[in-house]
């Protein structure tokens, strides 16, 4: 039937063109923003994985940030201790050059001297970002022998937390300026006769070849051999933490770049698929139009009948 006030053909015409320009808005959308779930209208459940995924991919970004300061603190550690193991050897062997009959000690002890005040500018020297950890003062209030660095960030059903890499700076302090405890340098060794000294303070300018002498002198080579095996085991011990620092950190970079292959897979439009969609609804819009001018010109023809 033929109808001046109901064209059907036109309204048909018309709801697919309007779904097909609905469409074309989105595809078009889509290639403009990179997105196949740019909002929560789109897909609330991917949206809102999305969004979590990417706070807390910004989360382990700091993370990542804390292991690099992390990093660079142990390392200057590391690297001083190194040095003062050097400079220790070093006073080690002036040590057992004098154990030999006759020499001048008092010039011994020159060399000595600064090696020792090289062994206290190291020390306070290994400060990074306002952290020392060989030069301290275990009787400040701030103090805290536990050095944490952070390490991770996780989420599970129970929420989120944050995972540290603990280093005891006790193990490797080489001065202590709280008088009741001290580092592997300024640790109080008391030789056969009874003299006190450590290996910042020993001094030998005053032995002879006597005997009692000479035992001392072998007292004090003893005690600075183990001060030389404690360095050795703590520059093993930081070592093993800067690995671990490390490790976690190219862990966390990678564990990141998966994290956005994730989200991507679940929100990222695919532009070649779009790009294909596009161009199929542009003909879909094209003949959408036409069969509109088609089905409204029909309308037209009813004239003819009243001439």
Known sequence: MSSIRTNAAAMTALQTLTQTNKELEQTQNRISTGYRVATATDNAAYWSIATTMRSDNKALATVRDALGLGKATVDVAYTALEKSIEV???????LVAAREPGVDRGKIQSEINELQNQLTSIAKSASFSGENWLNVDSSAASYNATK??????TRDSTGVSI????????????FDANATASGILDTQYTTTSGTTFSVATLDISGLTDAAADLTDLEDIIKAVDSSISSMTTAASDLGAGKKRIEMQSDFIASLMDAIDRGVSQLVDADMNAESTRLKALQTQQQLGVQALSIANASSQTILSLFR
């Open 88 to 94: 220790v050897t070093e006073i080690k062997a002036k």
């Open 148 to 153: 944490t660095v952070v390490a991770s960030f």
């Open 163 to 174: 995972g540290t890499i603990s280093i005891n700076i006790d193990n490797i302090k080489l």
